[in-house]
């Protein structure tokens, strides 16, 4: 089992920026790989970036790139989100997940057996 807990989220004004945390224990050389996924109230679940932990590749949503970034800390098991010029459109609970499945689609959460329990961003003026 791996476990994950996230940190981070707040209530910012558009343009602001925002970083997302998550740490994961538990059995964490079974990572293949960890991102995140975000939701808007009455709608799924949908990917928002990934990081391979075997590649360190990254991938983005389109409406993301150029503007957050994903990033690893490896020594502290932890994957990171940085969210520059956020917009009201961008707010929804973040949650962090992680696969150990190989071969992985990254944006698919089918993929992801572990998943954080999500931590609320708030963009408004």
């Known amino acids: 089992q791996v476990h994950l807990v996230e940190s981070g989220g707040g209530s910012v004004q558009p343009g602001d920026s925002l970083t997302l945390s998550c740490v994961a224990s538990?059995?964490?050389?079974?990572?293949?790989?960890m991102g995140w996924f975000r939701q808007f109230p009455g709608k799924e679940r949908e990917f928002v970036a990934a990081?391979?932990?075997?590649?360190?590749?990254?991938y983005y949503k389109d409406s993301v790139k150029g503007r957050f970034t994903i990033s690893r800390d490896s020594g502290e098991n932890t994957v990171s989100l940085r969210m520059n010029l956020l917009r009201p459109e961008d707010s929804a609970t973040y949650y962090c997940?992680?696969?150990?499945?190989?071969?992985?689609?990254?944006?698919?959460?089918?993929?992801?057996?572990?998943w954080g329990q999500g931590t609320p961003v708030a963009v408004s003026a």
């Open positions: 997940v992680a696969t150990s499945a190989a071969p992985w689609d990254p944006t698919n959460r089918a993929d992801y057996g572990y």
């Open positions: 538990g059995r964490t050389l079974e990572i293949y790989g």
């Open positions: 990081l391979s932990w075997r590649t360190n590749s990254e």
